[in-house]
């Protein structure tokens, strides 16, 4: 008998209905197909489907994991799956196909989900929305118009719309909490080298970027983490380590916190007048779970932060480029790709090894006034986005001038690249709603490797202000 009620559970709940009996891998994997076939032409979130292999390998034995028999998705993005194209959304790396899975997506499998495609992403998840040449534009399930965010744009519109619990991300320098505020989930980036993905040939971007998942609930954050979060061998970095495991965490109080909030900016400017209230209800309501809160901004110096980061990120997106120019057999023509991919490679070219070496060194150094912050203060709050959710084609790198894409993301995207730069662990929470219906992501980070916090302090906000019951135009 078909499951009815699919989308209003996470994916503990169906692993756990599985484990019962109560429901089966293919009848599972079925609902979310019907959902993908239903919603995705409004959406736009998934890019490419393997129906008949999904409900193959829902046929067969699967790994007795937390998720067995549960449908997931995959970014489009730097993730093998063997038989699945990678276009990482650029028509220059179009016909790509992958022969074999790489280490994440292996953990995934083990975990019990069934893969069933992959979802939409910005060209080689540059942006932080997801709106490509090739892949076209991921819209936002709480109202189409907007935007899903990116660079895990189709991962969130696809979790929020109810087609799956949860679905892979990254994030670089915000990817998994911009689209995981922008569309109403909670997204973790969890700390650098937590979640080892092999092979990994170039660092993962001097360590800036992480994988993990975005999802509706905290618990299948948590038990998901436990499930990837592990050594593999091989790996150079080893996952820092934990107490515990996450899914005991979250039943855990967090106590008495001691959190620091600010609507600070990198430019000085105000944010958006919505979201600035928010934010202070967001304290308030913190103050009243009787946690120590504190209006106080990280004070650190944002503009050479931003200025040593430069030559580091344009000379590993030109190194990465390379390996995969490598890869197709020939360099991209200028109509392959988008005017900002064209100018990130064209300036990450003419960084030198110097240049690119002594901003690592600045990087590093300046990174230690972030990661002191936390020797006084257990959790930095701050909004994700520093306006309400723009429509689709606001920040358009297809066809705005790459200047004015920065701009725009300048303008909307102020507070997430700092935790990428230092590797401490940071998560979008769904907590507020603007007066247009659009949700509001707040942004929660802690020390380093300090994992544990943020999943107590977000099973709390989960209790005490529950999101569970909103529902977005396209769902179920």
């Known amino acids: 008998m078909p499951i009815t009620d699919y989308s209003e559970h996470d994916g503990v709940a169906l692993g756990q209905m599985v484990a019962k009996g109560e429901v089966t891998p293919l009848e599972l994997v079925d609902a979310a197909i019907e959902r993908i076939e239903r919603h995705n032409g409004a959406l736009n979130a998934v890019v490419h489907t393997a129906y008949d292999e999904a409900r193959e390998r829902a046929k067969g034995p699967l790994p007795d994991g937390p998720f067995k028999g549960v449908p997931f998705l995959i970014k489009d993005l730097g993730m093998p799956v063997a038989g699945w194209p990678r276009t990482s959304g650029s028509r220059f790396a ?52 907007h935007i899903a965010g990116g660079s895990s744009g189709g991962a969130a519109s696809a979790v929020a719309a109810g087609i799956v619990p949860m679905a892979h991300a990254s994030d670089g320098l915000g990817s998994i909490r911009i689209p995981a505020a922008c569309c109403g989930l909670v997204g973790l980036k969890v700390n650098r080298d937590r979640v080892p993905n092999l092979p990994d040939a170039y660092d993962y971007a001097a360590g800036f970027v992480v994988d993990h998942v975005v999802t509706r609930t905290v618990r299948d954050s948590a038990v998901m983490l436990d499930a990837t979060g592990i050594p593999e061998p091989g790996s150079p970095y080893a996952p820092p380590p934990k107490a515990r495991p996450y899914a005991e965490e979250i039943e855990t109080s967090p106590g008495k916190l001691r959190i620091a909030w600010s609507s600070e900016t990198a430019n000085g400017r105000p944010i958006d007048p919505e979201i600035q209230a928010a934010l202070e209800r967001t304290a308030i309501l913190l103050k009243g779970l009787g946690h120590e809160v504190v209006e106080k901004g990280l004070g650190i110096d944002y503009r050479a932060l931003y200025a040593a980061r430069g030559p580091v990120s344009g000379a590993n997106f ?74 689709v084609g606001f920040i358009d790198p297809v066809n705005l001038e790459p200047k004015e894409v920065n701009r725009r993301q300048g303008q909307v995207f102020p507070f997430t690249p700092p935790m990428n730069f230092s590797g401490q662990p940071s998560i979008s929470l769904p907590l507020e709603m603007d007066s247009n219906g659009l949700p509001i992501g707040m942004m929660f980070s802690s020390r380093y490797a300090d994992e544990a916090t943020l999943f107590r302090l977000a099973a709390q906000l989960e209790k005490e202000a529950p999101w569970k019951g909103r529902r977005p135009a396209v769902w179920g």
């Open 318 to 391: 030109a190194g990465g480029m390379e390996r995969l120019i490598d890869e197709v057999g020939r360099e991209p023509e200028q109509d392959e790709l988008e005017p900002l991919t064209w100018a990130s490679l064209k300036g990450g070219r003419k960084v030198t090894g110097a240049q690119a070496f002594r901003a690592l060194q600045d990087l590093r150094a300046l990174n230690r006034f972030t990661l002191a912050f936390f020797e006084d203060w257990d959790v930095y709050l701050c909004p994700v986005l520093g306006t309400p959710v723009p429509e």
């Open 94 to 145: 179009r016909h790509i196909v992958d022969t074999e899975d790489g280490g994440l997506t292996r953990r995934y499998r083990e975990s019990g989900v069934v893969p069933l495609g992959k979802t939409n992403t910005p060209e080689y998840g540059i942006t932080g929305t997801t709106e490509s040449a090739l892949l076209g534009p991921c819209r936002n399930p709480w109202n189409p118009a």
